[in-house]
Every structure is written in structure tokens, then in C-alpha cells.
């Protein structure tokens, strides 16, 4: 059996998958491969990049309970990446002996306001990436070693903060920024 469809039947459907994409709210400028058809206002459709979801975002809850509460890690002589897309829970905890983190939050999903990522490094460190727009707050103790934070440049209580709390023996943690901004989901 063939199964034709019209014309108008096709457009009614491409219609309704375009209005259940959420949308954002932009922060900085978005790239092309960040965001699909732009629609008014100064509101993107979202496709792909690093998303932040607000509470008062339909998505919000249901993204909270399939988030972890933490993720907990330990490595000798190894470590750990996480980068692509994942969904950011809100405390990371990170041990390494001769490694290091390598945490990419560049496509990551924030639901939490405040992401706390607490590291022990000892001959080895931390590399953070995150996307233009979130703020980040480094603390740290280090032993041969130090910590190069990026310039955020964003005060903004609406972009999500991550806290960086890194102690390290011949080691340390670095920031960097990513080109993509982070979008603001509040619908």
C-alpha cells in the first residue's frame, strides 16, 4: 500500500513541529549553527549550543529530575571528559592523581543557577570550558601550580554561575571561553 500525503498535509506538520521548538531569549550573538528559523522579538528557535533553562521554563522541572545531584570522580593516572551535550548537575566532584579534568561545558544544558565543581588535583589540574555568557567564580589553593581564570565579562543574575573550588599539588585549573553563548530558555 502507498501512502500519499498532500501537499497541505506536509506544510501542517513541518508548521507544528517549528511551534513546539522552545524558545530563547539570546545571550551575546548566536551563530548560525546555534539557532534554526529566527522568529520576532529578539527570540531564537533552539537547535543545538549551550542552553540555560529558568524555573519559570515549561522544560525546567522535568529537566531537573533527570539531572543528577552530583557526579563523583576519582582517577590515578587518568581522568575524566565530559563535553557534547550533557545536563549539568549541580555539584561536580573531582579527585585526580597524575591526570586531570577536562570539563566542556561549551554545549552543556544548565537547570541549576549555581553549578559547583570542587577539584583535588595532585600532579595534574583542570581545564574548564564554558560558553560565552556564564559567569564563573574561581577558588583556589595551589602548591606548585596556580589558576588562570578567563574574563567573563557577564554580571548578569540570569546567566548561571559556576563555582570552581580547585586545590592542587604541581598543578592547577584553567578557564576558557567558548565562541557559542549560552541561550536563556524561559518558555
Known sequence: ??????????????????????????????????TSAPSSGGREAISNGPRYFLKSSSAHARLV??????IND?????????QDKWLVPEKLNFGVVCGGQHLDFSNADFVHSVVVVNCFAV????????????????NGCFVCGGSEPAATANNSVEQPLIVVNHFG???????????LPVLVVDQ
Open 1 to 34: 500500500m502507498i501512502n500519499e500525503s498532500s501537499d497541505s498535509d506536509q506544510q501542517g506538520a513541518k508548521a507544528d513541529a517549528e511551534e513546539a521548538v522552545p524558545t530563547a531569549t539570546v545571550v551575546g550573538e548566536a551563530s548560525a549553527a546555534q
Open 65 to 70: 529530575e533527570q539531572a543528577s545531584s552530583s
Open 74 to 82: 576519582f582517577a590515578i593516572c587518568g581522568g575524566r571528559h565530559l
Open 123 to 138: 600532579c595534574g589540574g583542570a581545564e574548564i570550558r564554558v560558553p560565552r555568557g556564564v559567569r564563573v567564580r574561581m
Open 169 to 179: 599539588v604541581c598543578g592547577g585549573a584553567s578557564v576558557e571561553v567558548s565562541e
